[in-house]
């Protein structure tokens, strides 16, 4: 067994241990408030635990059958989420061939470059050649009724559920370590600690949280978001050993990503707003859908590829 | 070697259908939303829009397993025999009730329908009659949805609405996008006493269009 292979498992025990005790103390509260008046903040814990518990299975088994693995994983979770997000845009008969190309061309194709780590290619696609030959392939079927509109909606949701999502698996490309096979722990690194910060984000913002950062959108509280960074900076230095950050930079990371990723739920809660939609989907169970449990990490992940590339790629 | 055969042909449907109902979870991850009616083993009616050709197998994979069970679709037996592969698909996976539209045959479309009934089946049927090609909401129902009301006075008549195959797959279009596909099921219906046709069949056509989901752009 490799150190690599040690470090997953020791790390999906210490997540498996993390949420026997989150289970244990959701049911704690759970035993004490009154069976006549529920508390659905509890409850809204719960399932969040729940399905955490489903997705550490999933990622750890993926990350024990290496990058590959890894890339499978995020390459469906990217096709469920651009399907949760373009079944909410403005589309027209025009765009089909379009959205086919997003979903059945461009998809495949970015995760293909991710996969053999033409970092080039998987950087430049979606933003410049798909952002100008997909408007061509919808103007060619003469249809102007909202053009911009659709194109755009069309350009947003390849860039979050296509390209930001792929950043997750490209991670592992980054050039950091000289054996490779470490580099596949960083994205244990982020999805932990953004992961992990909104849910105690979440958690103490309902109980403590007093001033609210957008009241139109969402219950999120600076407390909230103060007190679920900290933390995500506390758990990153405590991860620090599975990182080439360092302790100060894996804090500095750690925090970086999580209150981006706490932003971006913003972003994600304007839009369903706007659309007038309480989750993307149904598809996993008590959260919504897959846009609904990865808008952090999606939000986080290419700005962290960009910051340890620029730091840590010599 | 009869009974064997029998069997064996039960199995494969179920196999069959059991993959019909992954490719079309893969395909559209199609969702229920119960908003008139819960999802429970009653005896009912789902009157359904017709755009596409994929409208029955949507509604018949959003049904839980056991009120799937005991669903039988309405369709077009010259759809549905056209050749041995759709034979076996339409009648045994599908389970469905093969009615024949054309004036002369004898076997009335209302008479297999009612027998179906009869036997405790729920249906799916599509009271527009043909596919829906036009702008419009709907077609103007036929009158086969009065008729059943009339025979079967104690079934529900449930307004099903499928959303969203239209951009799945447009008329016209080859490629199918996978996007979300929504069924609304909502509050059973009846024929009221003294209630005439046209007027049961416009308050089913209204309760039916009311499901459509209001997509803000």
Known sequence: MTDTTNDILLLSFGAFAILLGLTFLGEALRSRQSINNPNPVIDTYMTRVRSWWAMVAFIGIAMLLGKLGVTLLFAFASFAALREFLTLTTKARADHMSLALGFFVLLPLQYIFVAFEWSGLYSLMIPVYAFLMLPIVSALRGNADRFLIRVAETQWGLMIAVYCVSHVPALMNLDIYANGDRSVLLVTFLVMVVQLGDLLEYFFGRRFGRTRIAPGLSPKTWEGVAFGVASAMLIGALLNWITPFGVLGAMGMAGIASLVGMFGNLVFAAIKRDRGVKDWSHLIPGQGGFVDQLDSVIFAAPIFYHLTRYFWVG | ?217
């Open chain 2, 1 to 217: 070697m009869k009974p064997i055969i029998a069997t064996l042909r039960r199995l494969a449907a179920g196999i069959v259908g059991q993959f019909l109902l992954l490719l079309v979870r893969f395909l559209t991850a199609v969702r229920a939303d119960w908003k008139g009616i819960e999802p429970i083993p009653r005896q009912r009616v789902y009157f359904a829009n017709h755009t596409s050709n994929g409208d029955m197998p949507m509604i018949w994979a959003s049904l839980p397993p056991a009120i799937r069970r005991n669903v039988r679709p309405v369709a077009a037996a010259d759809y549905w025999l056209k050749n041995k592969l759709r034979a076996f698909v339409g009648p045994e996976v599908f389970n469905c009730v093969l009615v024949d539209r054309r004036p002369e045959v004898k076997d009335k479309p209302m008479d297999k329908i009612v027998a179906a009934l009869k036997e405790g089946s729920s249906l799916i049927i599509f009271p527009e009659g043909n596919r829906n090609m036009t702008d419009d909401p709907l077609l103007p129902f036929k009158a086969g949805l009065y008729n059943m009301g009339l025979a079967m006075p104690d079934v529900d008549l449930v307004p099903t609405w499928v959303a969203n195959l239209n951009e799945i797959m447009p008329k016209g279009e080859v490629i199918p996008l996978p996007l979300i596909c929504t069924v609304t099921f909502g509050a059973p219906m009846h024929v009221q006493d003294g209630e005439s046709k046209d007027d049961f069949l416009r308050r089913a056509e209204q309760a039916l269009v009311a499901l459509k989901p209001v997509v803000r752009s």
